[in-house]
RNA sequence: GCCCCUGUAGCUCAGUGGAUAGAGCGACCGCCUCCUAAGCGGUAGGCCGCAGGUCCGAUUCCUGCCAGGGGCACCA
């Protein structure tokens, strides 16, 4: 029996009560059942008394009892004691608890799924970094965090969109075209520039590109003659420019495994008439005003501090102007929600997109979801590393996954709450020692990995043989504290899950893994599982080899929604 | 000035109103003739920033204050 499953059985014991008079209250859709810190409160606990007391106008202890009595006739259930101001404290049957285990194994890759917000379509954007150089480390926190969350929204239920925006319009494509050219030409960044090495390297990749350009470098000479010449290579560097550098963040980001459903080009947004579309139409909603020669949307009618520019005066569309026809373009496309993962420094835009939200006549509170995460600092052996973008030293993503790899970078960005900034000590992530938890993790999994092999070797049946009888092994038999433990640990998973997508906080995967990792570890020490010298396999050989079994699935399942590999040797 | 985030063990941080607040690292003491010691057990270490409030119950929710970080463009 899972939590899950129990949390059910209390509701339907409230529900009897309440049917046969014994109780007058409100029937609650779920109830909280936990697993209590002292193994003496019993498997799973659960406050619902103390919840339904003061509506049922009855004392706390009254309610425990009824609902305890009710409790007591199911099957899964082996004792059900009342305890303090009217806790349940519910020991579940040896069979049921260790069913966990078979329904783990039987389940495979599926376990862990919580249909939640089954068919809720939502859009997941983050990283949309501007193509004007390499992903930095502040971005590397979203690729990591926002890929694991998508991975768990879809584990959650949801139809999920991952997109990446991709800002090839306006100033910023411009400054990056003239610092390129000006590598080309072996001269220093413009002032408002674009400086580092990869700048330059990208300058080589442009001409290799363009040979003609050549030529127009040639023509074009001294460095501010403005004339057609110079106009057209400087277009030139800023179209593939951006294009390269494009091309290289999409490898970096592909190569730290995260996989985007859509690249939006705002350029596109532009091309396509969007802007002008989603002006008109927030101009039908009524928003729209002119003023200064510039064209204003009345973002303050939904909690904006200030109204915003749609059309500057020199007639070009702002970047908001086309955050708004994005907004647009996603719910055309069928989202209903829409997720943007933003960094800290850019927390002056929920205002904003919950007045476009607002404004195109959405619910903000129900199609938009701006998520705000904090900065990421670094430190080299506890002393602050201070980056720019602009000056171009910087630590890139590619840079720390040729440091530590790919899931020593995941694992670290992701196991940490989005609400608290982050400090990387370089030094101690480049150690590579055991100081960081994914290799305690990962360690359990190859640890069971190596015992399964062990098991096979001795002729022992294990899942991956198709004849593999899961119903036949006792499972009643894991009754050892640990074992229990265990179990207790391996069910929590969906629930884990559930609340991961709910609170948008893929961290939580991270900490349950390490939390089950430890159980694991603690069981393995004390729990030999395999037969000894000349002794026969028994039946809590079998029992035991699928509690391990039920461990690796999980341990890989929480893995893979984090894109954390699970190593089989390590 | 206004807005957002944070404040929990020496350090880095978990903890969506439940019982005696946890993990990793660091410190100290133990455990491999035995399935992976990248492991396990034990000890030490806490007015959960401060003060009120709501509640049967607050680290958790509300208000105020203190401290640290970030943000407040007709930039992108």
């Known amino acids: 029996m899972t939590p899950a499953e129990l949390a059910d059985t209390i509701v339907a014991a409230v529900r009897a009560a309440v049917a046969n008079g014994d109780l007058e209250v409100a029937v609650p859709d779920s109830v909280t059942v936990e697993r209590p810190r002292q193994p003496e409160h019993g498997d799973y606990a659960s406050p619902v008394a103390l919840q339904l007391a003061k509506a049922a106008r009855r004392r706390p202890r009254e309610v425990a009892e009824l609902l305890a009595a009710r409790l007591r006739a199911e099957a899964g259930v082996a004792e059900v004691e009342v305890a303090g101001p009217g806790f349940l404290n519910i020991r579940l049957a040896g069979a049921a608890l260790g069913g966990i285990a078979r329904r783990i194994v039987r389940d495979g890759e599926s376990y862990g799924r919580a249909a939640v917000s089954q068919g809720v379509r939502v859009n997941l954007e983050f990283v949309s970094a501007n193509p004007t150089g390499p992903v930095t480390l502040a971005s590397a926190r979203w690729a990591a965090v926002g890929d694991a969350l998508s991975r768990v929204f879809a584990a959650a239920g949801y139809e999920v969109g ?14 990056f075209g003239a610092s390129v050219l000006a590598a080309l030409r072996g001269q220093p960044a413009p002032a408002d520039g674009y400086q580092g090495a990869y700048v330059a390297e990208i300058a080589a990749k442009v001409l290799a590109a363009n040979p003609a350009l050549e030529q127009l470098l040639a023509a074009s000479g001294g460095e501010q003659d403005g004339g057609a010449e110079q106009d057209k290579a400087l277009a030139v560097c800023a179209r593939d420019g951006v294009e390269l550098m494009l091309a290289e963040i999409r490898a970096t980001l592909s190569g730290f495994g995260v996989e985007y459903d859509l690249w939006k080009s705002e350029r596109s947004l532009h091309e396509a008439g969007e802007l002008t579309a989603a002006i008109d139409e927030l101009r039908t909603q009524g928003h729209v005003y002119e003023a200064d020669g510039a064209v204003w949307l009345r973002t303050t009618d939904f909690g904006d501090d200030k109204d915003r520019a749609l059309i500057k005066r020199d007639g070009q569309p702002t970047y908001f102007c086309a955050d708004a026809a994005y907004y647009r373009d996603k719910r055309r496309r069928g989202f209903d929600r829409l997720c943007y993962l933003l960094g800290a420094d850019h927390h002056g835009y929920i205002g904003r997109l919950k007045a476009i939200s607002a404004c195109f006549g959405d619910d903000p509170d129900h199609n938009l979801d701006v998520l705000i995460g904090q900065m990421v600092t670094l430190s080299r052996g506890g002393v602050a590393v201070k980056m720019s973008k602009r000056a171009g030293n910087f630590l890139t993503l590619h840079d720390l996954v040729d440091a530590v ?46 015992l399964i092999r062990n098991a096979a070797a001795l002729g022992l049946a294990t899942s991956a043989d198709p004849a593999f009888d899961v119903d036949g092994v006792d499972v009643s038999l894991l009754t050892h504290p640990r074992e229990v433990d265990l179990l207790g640990a391996l069910g929590e998973l969906p629930r884990v899950v559930a609340s991961a997508a709910e609170l948008r906080a893929p961290h939580r995967i991270a900490r349950y893994l390490e939390e089950l990792a430890g159980t694991y570890h603690r069981f393995y020490d004390s729990c030999r599982v395999l037969p000894q010298g000349d002794e026969e396999p028994t039946a809590i050989t079998a029992a035991r080899l699928l509690l391990a079994e039920a461990t690796r699935t999980v341990l890989a399942n929480g893995l893979r929604l984090l894109g954390v590999s699970a190593p089989e040797r390590m």
């Open 162 to 175: 991952t997109e990446y925006y991709v800002n090839d319009a306006g100033v910023q494509v411009e400054r």
């Open 405 to 450: 790899g790919v899931d020593a970078a995941r694992y670290s960005l992701v196991r940490a709450s989005m609400d608290s900034a982050l400090d990387l000590d370089l030094d101690a992530i480049a150690r590579q020692t055991n100081d960081n938890p994914v290799f305690y993790v990962q360690y359990a999994h190859a640890r069971i990995s190596s």
